[in-house]
Protein backbone atom coordinates (compact mmCIF):
# COMPACT_ATOMS: atom_id res chain seq x y z
CA UNK A 1 0.00 0.00 0.00
CA UNK A 2 1.42 3.31 -1.10
CA UNK A 3 0.46 5.03 2.54
CA UNK A 4 2.59 2.04 4.00
CA UNK A 5 5.45 2.67 2.07
CA UNK A 6 5.48 6.47 2.71
CA UNK A 7 5.84 5.86 6.52
CA UNK A 8 9.35 3.80 6.15
CA UNK A 9 10.77 7.38 5.63
CA UNK A 10 9.20 8.63 9.14
CA UNK A 11 12.01 7.23 10.87
CA UNK A 12 13.76 9.78 13.00
CA UNK A 13 16.83 10.03 10.90
CA UNK A 14 18.91 12.68 13.58
CA UNK A 15 18.66 9.95 15.94
CA UNK A 16 18.48 7.06 14.26
CA UNK A 17 21.35 4.21 14.79
CA UNK A 18 22.57 1.73 17.79
CA UNK A 19 25.45 4.09 18.64
CA UNK A 20 23.17 7.02 19.55
CA UNK A 21 20.40 5.03 21.53
CA UNK A 22 23.16 5.16 24.29
CA UNK A 23 24.21 8.97 24.35
CA UNK A 24 20.56 9.76 24.05
CA UNK A 25 19.76 7.48 26.98
CA UNK A 26 22.36 8.99 28.69
CA UNK A 27 20.75 12.48 28.41
CA UNK A 28 17.74 11.57 29.31
CA UNK A 29 18.98 9.97 32.69
CA UNK A 30 21.11 13.00 33.32
CA UNK A 31 17.68 15.45 32.46
CA UNK A 32 16.00 13.27 34.68
CA UNK A 33 17.71 13.30 38.09
CA UNK A 34 17.72 17.22 37.28
CA UNK A 35 14.21 17.48 36.55
CA UNK A 36 13.07 15.57 39.75
CA UNK A 37 16.19 17.22 42.33
CA UNK A 38 14.67 20.42 41.21
CA UNK A 39 11.08 19.99 41.44
CA UNK A 40 12.09 17.54 44.67
CA UNK A 41 9.76 15.03 42.90
CA UNK A 42 8.93 11.26 43.20
CA UNK A 43 9.10 8.04 40.47
CA UNK A 44 12.90 8.95 39.44
CA UNK A 45 14.18 5.27 39.79
CA UNK A 46 10.56 3.83 37.33
CA UNK A 47 12.05 7.08 34.82
CA UNK A 48 15.72 5.69 34.63
CA UNK A 49 14.93 2.06 34.51
CA UNK A 50 13.25 3.29 30.73
CA UNK A 51 15.77 5.34 29.54
CA UNK A 52 16.64 2.58 27.18
CA UNK A 53 13.60 1.88 26.05
CA UNK A 54 12.67 5.26 25.04
CA UNK A 55 15.86 6.63 23.70
CA UNK A 56 15.16 3.32 21.29
CA UNK A 57 11.49 3.89 20.26
CA UNK A 58 12.10 8.01 20.22
CA UNK A 59 15.56 7.27 18.22
CA UNK A 60 14.83 4.56 15.65
CA UNK A 61 11.08 3.24 15.65
CA UNK A 62 8.35 5.28 16.20
CA UNK A 63 7.00 7.02 12.76
CA UNK A 64 6.48 10.80 14.57
CA UNK A 65 6.92 14.15 13.09
CA UNK A 66 7.60 16.46 15.95
CA UNK A 67 7.07 19.44 13.89
CA UNK A 68 3.49 17.99 13.36
CA UNK A 69 2.90 16.64 16.57
CA UNK A 70 -1.19 15.98 15.55
CA UNK A 71 -0.15 13.82 11.88
CA UNK A 72 -2.79 11.51 11.36
CA UNK A 73 -0.04 8.81 10.61
CA UNK A 74 1.78 9.27 13.49
CA UNK A 75 2.07 5.95 15.70
CA UNK A 76 0.60 6.11 18.96
CA UNK A 77 2.51 5.77 22.35
CA UNK A 78 1.05 5.74 25.56
CA UNK A 79 2.86 5.78 28.66
CA UNK A 80 0.45 3.82 31.16
CA UNK A 81 3.10 4.50 34.49
CA UNK A 82 2.40 7.78 33.93
CA UNK A 83 4.48 8.74 37.11
CA UNK A 84 7.27 8.07 35.06
CA UNK A 85 6.52 11.30 33.03
CA UNK A 86 9.81 12.80 33.91
CA UNK A 87 11.34 10.21 31.42
CA UNK A 88 8.58 10.82 29.00
CA UNK A 89 8.84 14.94 28.62
CA UNK A 90 12.50 14.64 28.77
CA UNK A 91 12.89 12.67 25.20
CA UNK A 92 9.55 14.86 23.63
CA UNK A 93 12.07 17.50 24.34
CA UNK A 94 15.00 15.89 23.14
CA UNK A 95 13.14 15.17 19.77
CA UNK A 96 11.95 19.20 19.82
CA UNK A 97 8.42 18.76 20.37
CA UNK A 98 8.42 21.27 23.01
CA UNK A 99 11.52 23.61 24.11
CA UNK A 100 13.99 22.06 26.44
CA UNK A 101 13.13 25.21 28.69
CA UNK A 102 9.89 23.45 30.00
CA UNK A 103 11.40 20.92 31.74
CA UNK A 104 12.95 23.56 33.92
CA UNK A 105 10.14 24.22 35.77
CA UNK A 106 8.81 20.39 35.72
CA UNK A 107 6.61 19.54 38.56
CA UNK A 108 5.81 22.99 39.94
CA UNK A 109 2.62 25.42 40.79
CA UNK A 110 1.73 26.27 37.04
CA UNK A 111 3.77 24.41 35.07
CA UNK A 112 2.74 23.20 31.34
CA UNK A 113 4.32 19.65 32.53
CA UNK A 114 2.19 18.30 35.90
CA UNK A 115 3.39 15.64 37.80
CA UNK A 116 1.94 12.81 36.21
CA UNK A 117 1.64 12.60 32.35
CA UNK A 118 -0.72 15.00 31.13
CA UNK A 119 -1.50 15.58 27.06
CA UNK A 120 -3.31 19.02 28.30
CA UNK A 121 -1.10 21.57 26.06
CA UNK A 122 1.71 19.03 25.63
CA UNK A 123 2.67 18.33 21.97
CA UNK A 124 3.70 14.45 21.71
CA UNK A 125 1.71 13.13 24.70
CA UNK A 126 -1.21 11.11 23.84
CA UNK A 127 -3.13 10.29 26.72
CA UNK A 128 -2.86 11.78 30.36
CA UNK A 129 -1.64 9.12 32.13
CA UNK A 130 -1.00 7.69 36.04
CA UNK A 131 -4.04 5.99 37.00
CA UNK A 132 -2.41 2.44 36.59
CA UNK A 133 -3.92 0.10 34.77
CA UNK A 134 -5.36 2.55 32.32
CA UNK A 135 -2.82 2.42 29.34
CA UNK A 136 -3.51 -0.51 27.63
CA UNK A 137 -7.13 0.04 27.55
CA UNK A 138 -6.77 3.23 25.88
CA UNK A 139 -3.99 1.76 23.52
CA UNK A 140 -6.73 -0.87 22.68
CA UNK A 141 -9.03 1.67 21.71
CA UNK A 142 -6.63 3.45 19.52
CA UNK A 143 -5.49 0.22 17.78
CA UNK A 144 -9.29 -0.80 17.16
CA UNK A 145 -9.49 2.53 15.66
CA UNK A 146 -6.89 2.01 13.10
CA UNK A 147 -7.96 -1.43 12.39
CA UNK A 148 -11.45 -0.38 11.11
CA UNK A 149 -10.44 2.66 9.61
CA UNK A 150 -7.36 0.33 7.58
CA UNK A 151 -5.07 2.95 9.25
CA UNK A 152 -1.57 1.94 9.31
CA UNK A 153 -0.05 3.32 12.53
CA UNK A 154 1.46 1.21 15.56
CA UNK A 155 0.03 1.90 18.71
CA UNK A 156 2.68 1.30 21.98
CA UNK A 157 1.83 1.17 25.62
CA UNK A 158 4.87 1.18 27.95
CA UNK A 159 3.68 -0.22 30.87
CA UNK A 160 4.88 -1.14 34.66
CA UNK A 161 5.49 -4.63 36.05
CA UNK A 162 3.04 -3.52 39.21
CA UNK A 163 0.48 -2.62 36.78
CA UNK A 164 0.08 -5.76 35.83
CA UNK A 165 -1.94 -6.12 39.16
CA UNK A 166 -4.78 -4.50 37.58
CA UNK A 167 -7.87 -6.77 36.47
CA UNK A 168 -7.99 -4.22 33.84
CA UNK A 169 -4.81 -4.74 32.35
CA UNK A 170 -6.11 -8.33 31.73
CA UNK A 171 -9.28 -7.37 30.76
CA UNK A 172 -7.49 -4.99 27.84
CA UNK A 173 -5.26 -8.08 26.91
CA UNK A 174 -7.95 -10.27 25.90
CA UNK A 175 -9.87 -8.15 24.18
CA UNK A 176 -6.85 -7.03 22.19
CA UNK A 177 -6.69 -10.67 21.44
CA UNK A 178 -10.14 -11.09 20.56
CA UNK A 179 -9.76 -8.14 17.99
CA UNK A 180 -6.45 -10.08 16.81
CA UNK A 181 -4.78 -6.49 17.23
CA UNK A 182 -1.61 -6.52 15.50
CA UNK A 183 -0.81 -3.28 15.37
CA UNK A 184 -0.62 -3.10 18.92
CA UNK A 185 2.54 -3.54 21.52
CA UNK A 186 2.80 -3.82 25.31
CA UNK A 187 6.03 -3.19 26.57
CA UNK A 188 6.39 -3.73 29.80
CA UNK A 189 9.33 -2.17 32.69
CA UNK A 190 9.69 -5.37 34.02
CA UNK A 191 12.55 -4.04 37.17
CA UNK A 192 10.54 -6.49 39.81
CA UNK A 193 9.80 -3.75 42.11
CA UNK A 194 6.59 -1.32 42.96
CA UNK A 195 5.98 1.05 44.89
CA UNK A 196 5.81 -0.86 48.97
CA UNK A 197 8.27 -3.67 48.11
CA UNK A 198 9.82 -6.15 45.14
CA UNK A 199 7.02 -7.18 42.74
CA UNK A 200 6.84 -11.16 44.14
CA UNK A 201 6.24 -10.48 47.43
CA UNK A 202 3.47 -7.70 46.97
CA UNK A 203 1.66 -10.17 43.94
CA UNK A 204 4.14 -12.40 41.84
CA UNK A 205 3.82 -12.21 38.14
CA UNK A 206 5.18 -15.27 37.14
CA UNK A 207 5.28 -16.65 34.91
CA UNK A 208 4.50 -13.90 33.50
CA UNK A 209 5.42 -14.72 29.98
CA UNK A 210 3.33 -17.34 29.86
CA UNK A 211 -0.12 -15.42 31.37
CA UNK A 212 0.72 -13.11 28.12
CA UNK A 213 0.49 -16.06 25.85
CA UNK A 214 -2.24 -17.89 27.45
CA UNK A 215 -4.13 -14.50 26.57
CA UNK A 216 -3.64 -14.88 23.42
CA UNK A 217 -0.61 -12.71 22.59
CA UNK A 218 2.73 -13.07 20.88
CA UNK A 219 5.30 -12.40 23.52
CA UNK A 220 9.10 -11.83 23.74
CA UNK A 221 11.65 -11.44 26.75
CA UNK A 222 14.48 -9.07 26.12
CA UNK A 223 17.04 -7.30 28.56
CA UNK A 224 15.53 -4.04 28.42
CA UNK A 225 18.97 -2.19 28.52
CA UNK A 226 20.49 -4.00 25.66
CA UNK A 227 19.75 -1.27 23.14
CA UNK A 228 20.99 -3.38 20.36
CA UNK A 229 18.16 -5.82 21.36
CA UNK A 230 15.50 -3.74 21.93
CA UNK A 231 16.00 -2.20 18.67
CA UNK A 232 16.37 -5.54 16.87
CA UNK A 233 13.64 -7.15 18.47
CA UNK A 234 10.89 -3.98 18.07
CA UNK A 235 11.77 -3.80 14.52
CA UNK A 236 10.03 -7.67 14.06
CA UNK A 237 6.60 -6.49 15.78
CA UNK A 238 3.99 -7.59 14.92
CA UNK A 239 5.66 -10.67 16.33
CA UNK A 240 2.81 -12.80 15.22
CA UNK A 241 0.46 -11.68 12.66
CA UNK A 242 -3.07 -11.82 13.88
CA UNK A 243 -1.88 -11.53 17.44
CA UNK A 244 -1.01 -8.05 20.06
CA UNK A 245 3.28 -8.47 20.76
CA UNK A 246 4.29 -7.94 24.47
CA UNK A 247 7.45 -6.77 25.36
CA UNK A 248 8.80 -8.04 28.39
CA UNK A 249 11.77 -5.95 29.05
CA UNK A 250 14.20 -7.31 32.45
CA UNK A 251 15.23 -3.49 33.60
CA UNK A 252 16.78 -2.48 36.62
CA UNK A 253 15.10 0.30 39.10
CA UNK A 254 17.04 3.31 38.74
CA UNK A 255 19.50 1.96 36.11
CA UNK A 256 23.06 3.71 35.64
CA UNK A 257 23.36 5.11 38.99
CA UNK A 258 24.97 2.55 41.24
CA UNK A 259 23.46 3.92 44.66
CA UNK A 260 19.84 3.93 43.04
CA UNK A 261 19.65 0.58 41.22
CA UNK A 262 17.34 -1.93 42.42
CA UNK A 263 16.63 0.28 45.60
CA UNK A 264 13.05 0.42 46.68
CA UNK A 265 13.90 4.00 48.19
CA UNK A 266 14.54 5.79 45.17
CA UNK A 267 10.64 5.11 44.27
CA UNK A 268 9.72 8.28 45.89
CA UNK A 269 12.59 9.79 47.13
CA UNK A 270 14.40 12.76 44.94
CA UNK A 271 17.91 13.14 45.13
CA UNK A 272 19.50 16.33 47.36
CA UNK A 273 22.32 18.33 45.80
CA UNK A 274 24.59 15.93 47.21
CA UNK A 275 23.29 13.44 45.38
CA UNK A 276 22.52 14.60 42.01
CA UNK A 277 26.16 15.83 42.05
CA UNK A 278 27.21 12.21 42.99
CA UNK A 279 25.04 10.30 40.38
CA UNK A 280 25.96 13.43 37.18
CA UNK A 281 29.24 12.16 38.08
CA UNK A 282 28.89 8.60 37.61
CA UNK A 283 27.19 9.49 34.19
CA UNK A 284 29.76 11.55 33.32
CA UNK A 285 32.41 8.49 33.89
CA UNK A 286 29.99 6.19 31.24
CA UNK A 287 31.58 5.01 28.26
CA UNK A 288 30.11 7.14 25.52
Known amino acids: MPARQNLENEKPKAFYGKGSYQALAKRLRQTVLKMTHRAKSSHVGTSLSMADLLAVLYGGILRVRPEEPDWSGRDRFILSKGHGCAGLYAVLAERGFFPRAWLDDFYQNGARLA ?49 CDEGSVWEAAMFASHH ?15 SLGAVKDILDLEPFRAKWEAFGWAAREINGHDVNQIEDTLKTIPFKKGKPSCLIAHTLKGKGIGFMENELLWHYRSPDAEELRRALEELEKEEA
Open 115 to 163: GHATHHGVPGVEASTGSLGHGLPIACGMAVAGKRGSEPYRVFALMRDGE
Open 180 to 194: RLDNLVAIVDYNKIQ
